[in-house]
């Protein structure tokens, strides 16, 4: 079964780092894009990047670029969002999900992480 | 703000064909497929429709899309109480050179 599988929910206070993770299995990791999007509480989804996991090639939205880091340990098959400094306005659910071969689209979604920034 | 356009809600009652809109412009929809996401209350999305009206497998034939020029819908018919959740348009845009979200349409079955 193809899956991406995400780590636990995190609550942090502003100001501290973070490193969340996308594990994916029955697939060859390292051969599709894995995205990152945010959803906000009551909100819609947003983008937020793209790695390729095969060679770590990297791409972020102009609205998030400078605020996270997107990398992939492809040994693992896990792609991971990092935070260095958190502000309570990064409260939000995070989903990884593949591009994947049907046009395009994210095809297979990660449960998502919850994660809470709150002093 | 989202750069595609949907209507915040829709709604029906069980049995009726409803459809939901996506508007965007010349450099997503315009020039690019639309794919359709479910989000059931508490969970991760589903891709419901890719290529604008393809359907993965086990997605049923109740769910229906269509694209013309920089609008896409989403169609869905014998309504079921079980569809109710958030539907999400996505599209490639090339100015942003990354995927665009509609802000999301959330379907009540009455």
């Known amino acids: 079964e193809v899956r991406l599988v995400q780590s636990g929910a995190e609550v942090k206070k502003p100001g501290e780092s973070l490193k969340i993770s996308c594990r994916g299995s029955?697939?060859?990791?390292?051969?599709?894009?894995i995205a990152w999007v945010r959803q906000m509480p009551g909100k819609g989804l947003e983008w937020m990047g793209i790695?390729?996991?095969?060679?770590?090639?990297?791409r972020h939205s102009p609205s998030f670029q400078g605020q996270v880091t997107i990398s992939a340990d492809k040994s693992i098959s896990t792609a991971y969002l990092q935070w260095s400094s958190l502000k309570a306005s990064d409260t939000a659910m995070y989903f990884c999900?593949?591009?994947?071969?049907?046009?395009?689209?994210?095809?297979?979604w990660g449960q998502g992480t919850v994660v809470t920034v709150s002093s | 703000q989202s750069v595609l356009t949907q209507p915040p809600s829709a709604s029906g009652t069980p049995g009726q064909r409803v459809t939901i809109s996506c508007s965007g412009s010349?450099?997503?929809?315009?020039?690019?497929?639309v794919n359709w996401h479910q989000q059931l209350p508490g969970t991760a999305p589903k891709l419901l429709i890719y290529?604008?009206?393809q359907r993965p497998s086990g997605v049923p034939d109740r769910f229906s899309g269509s694209k013309s020029g920089t609008s896409a819908s989403l169609a869905i018919s014998g309504l079921q109480s079980e569809d109710e959740a958030d539907y999400y348009c996505?599209?490639?845009?090339?100015?942003?050179?990354?995927?665009?979200f509609g802000g999301g349409t959330k379907l009540t079955v009455l």
């Open positions: 999900a593949r591009h994947g071969l049907l046009g395009g689209a994210f095809d297979i």
């Open positions: 029955g697939y060859s990791f390292t051969s599709y894009w």
């Open positions: 290529s604008n009206n």
């Open positions: 996505a599209a490639w845009d090339d100015f942003l050179n990354g995927p665009v």
């Open positions: 790695i390729y996991p095969g060679d770590s090639n990297t």
């Open positions: 010349s450099s997503n929809i315009g020039r690019n497929t």
